[in-house]
């Protein structure tokens, strides 16, 4: 029987980090689960190539079932949630983020969003196979190839499979040394476009209506709604606007990125900013846009299973602790369907930019908590 190994593990990662994979490039994405498919393949599990729409690559869905032969293969299970795509286009390689390792450090693009956490999953069912060990539950693994840009194309496909899951682990990085998550922010998106009426500064100012004095007086309006003691966030994040210094503009528009806990603020505040009203009568205001990621809150559900996976890792030898995040995952989609522990991937640092890295350190504990997760939920 081969033991787990770290050296092991960390090639495979890097073999997967070393084909760059932006979400927006198709051929590299191609390329990307060509070779997750051919690995699993490899192993002996099987995976269904689901097609890419609308411009982005294609999601692999991978089921293990052979470690739980009294089990009907298409009983509910355990589904793995991981992305294949990155935020950083082709080249990062090659210039300001090579593949390195510096001490417990393993640096490239996506070693910790998500290469490094997707091969994990692979790694703990690699690993259970060869110590003969058994499953609950079919276990099955959905590596989608759009979650950096909002997982437009595979949602419905993780909303279906968490749907006949009974647990769901998600692959995101850890948190804060080691920390999982299990609770994330919702999200929502809008742009405000604020309509005037266009003259010359000089010889018809007063016929003018601008539409940046309306834009940035929505700005106020808009900050305005943040309430840290409700964990609501407001945030105007663009603003553009106006042709020339010498002309009263005519259009202006804000990007705005709203966070909230649960449901009900939810609604409130996108009833709110569907709700904005021009102060200058002569300005027309459009809104388009909203909810991007429900809310992921710690039901009873997901509690006991946190405790479960804290038991899990003391026995493995380490203390596993939890916290709620303000971004977004895919286990947004997932929490209010069924149970799910997120950031169960690699821990690291620097995810989207170029210092991103994980530590090698937490390639061993973290496997082998997938492993026993995998193992002993049912
Ligand atoms: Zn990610």
Request: hydrophobic content about 40%; some cysteine; charged content about 25%.
């Amino acid at each position: 029987m081969t033991a787990l190994s770290t050296d092991e593990i960390l090639a495979g990662i890097r073999a997967w980090v070393e084909i760059e994979s932006p979400t927006d490039d198709l051929a590299a994405m191609g390329r990307m689960a060509d070779r997750v498919e051919a690995e699993y393949r490899t192993i002996g599990a099987r995976v269904e190539r689901i097609a890419g729409q609308d411009g982005f690559g294609d999601h692999l869905l991978v089921t293990e079932d052979r470690l739980c032969p009294a089990v009907a293969a298409d009983r509910p299970g355990v589904l793995v949630l991981s992305h294949i795509d990155t935020v950083h286009p082709v080249g990062t390689l090659a210039g300001p983020l090579p593949f390195r390792i510096e001490g417990d450090r393993a640096y490239g693009p996506g070693t910790e969003d998500m290469k490094g956490g997707a091969y994990l999953a692979l790694a703990a069912l690699r690993q259970l196979a060869r110590e003969r060990k058994r499953t609950r539950l079919p276990v099955r693994h959905l590596l989608v190839s759009d979650e950096e840009v909002g997982s437009g194309t595979s949602r419905a496909h993780i909303e279906r499979e968490a749907a006949r899951a009974r647990f769901v682990l998600v692959t995101e990085p850890a948190r804060s040394g080691g920390k999982i998550v299990t609770a994330r922010k919702g999200s929502a998106m809008f742009s405000v476009t604020a309509h005037g009426r266009p003259a010359h500064a000089g010889v018809e100012h007063h016929l003018g209506r601008s539409a940046i004095r309306e834009i940035a007086h929505q700005v106020g309006v808009l900050e305005a709604m943040t309430d840290y003691a409700r964990e609501l966030t407001v945030n105007v994040g663009t603003i553009s606007g106006g042709t020339r210094g010498n002309v009263v503009p005519d259009v202006a528009t804000i990007q705005v990125d709203v966070r909230f806990p649960n449901p009900a603020l939810c609604e409130e505040v996108v009833a709110r900013v569907h709700a904005l009203r021009p102060r200058d009568p002569d300005v027309r205001l459009e809104v388009h846009g909203g909810v991007n990621r429900p809310g992921y809150e710690k039901s009873p559900a997901i509690a006991a299973l946190f405790e479960h996976a804290r038991a899990l890792a003391a026995e493995i030898g380490f203390k596993l602790q939890d916290l709620k995040t303000g971004g977004g995952s895919d286990g947004n989609f997932t929490a209010a369907i069924a149970p799910t522990l997120d950031g169960l991937g690699v821990d690291g640092d620097g995810g989207h930019t170029l210092e991103e890295r994980l530590y090698i350190s937490s390639i061993e504990p973290r496997t082998r908590l997938l492993m026993r997760l995998m193992e002993t939920l049912g």
